[in-house]
């Protein structure tokens, strides 16, 4: 893993400590890196109405965008585990609505997973 894709690993770890999981105890935090090298964080919000939960992928890529960003380079997403998880369908979705080449970091307390969304999502939505 390069130094560069190791800094957003690290600030999706740290958004991670944001995360509110009362209810699947799952911390989730996730960072955007856009063409221009800024870097939007997010974490995953959960809700007693679990269809009003939004994941971290998401609200890192929404707060990116609700800033005037649409080119992203990589997404990272770290979930304070010991089980690992790549992004959930709908987020393997709206990372893909901004690029099929961008590249995809995910990782727990021991495991890192390098790949692309169009890895993650072969044929993927689109209009």
């Given at each position: 893993?390069?130094?560069?894709?190791?800094?957003?690993?690290?600030?999706?770890?740290?958004?991670?400590?944001?995360?509110?999981?009362?209810?699947?105890g799952f911390r989730v935090g996730?960072?955007?890196?856009?063409?221009?090298?800024?870097?939007?964080?997010?974490?995953?919000?959960?809700?007693?109405?679990?269809?009003?939960?939004?994941?971290?992928?998401?609200?890192?890529?929404?707060?990116?965008?609700?800033?005037?960003?649409?080119?992203?380079?990589?997404?990272?997403?770290?979930?304070?585990?010991?089980?690992?998880?790549?992004?959930?369908?709908?987020?393997?979705?709206?990372?893909?609505?901004?690029?099929?080449?961008?590249?995809?970091?995910?990782?727990?307390?021991?495991?890192?997973?390098e790949t692309t969304i169009a890895?993650?999502?072969?044929?993927?939505?689109?209009?």
């Amino acid at each position: 893993m390069t130094k560069n894709l190791n800094a957003l690993l690290e600030v999706a770890r740290e958004a991670a400590k944001q995360a509110y999981a009362p209810y699947s105890g799952f911390r989730v935090g996730s960072a955007v890196r856009c063409k221009d090298g800024t870097i939007y964080s997010g974490c995953n919000v959960e809700n007693a109405s679990y269809s009003l939960s939004i994941c971290a992928e998401r609200a890192a890529i929404f707060k990116a965008v609700s800033e005037g960003k649409r080119d992203f380079t990589a997404i990272a997403i770290y979930v304070d585990s010991d089980k690992i998880f790549p992004p959930c369908g709908a987020c393997r979705q709206v990372i893909h609505e901004f690029g099929s080449e961008i590249f995809v970091i995910y990782a727990n307390h021991d495991e890192t997973f390098e790949t692309t969304i169009a890895e993650l999502l072969p044929g993927a939505f689109s209009l």
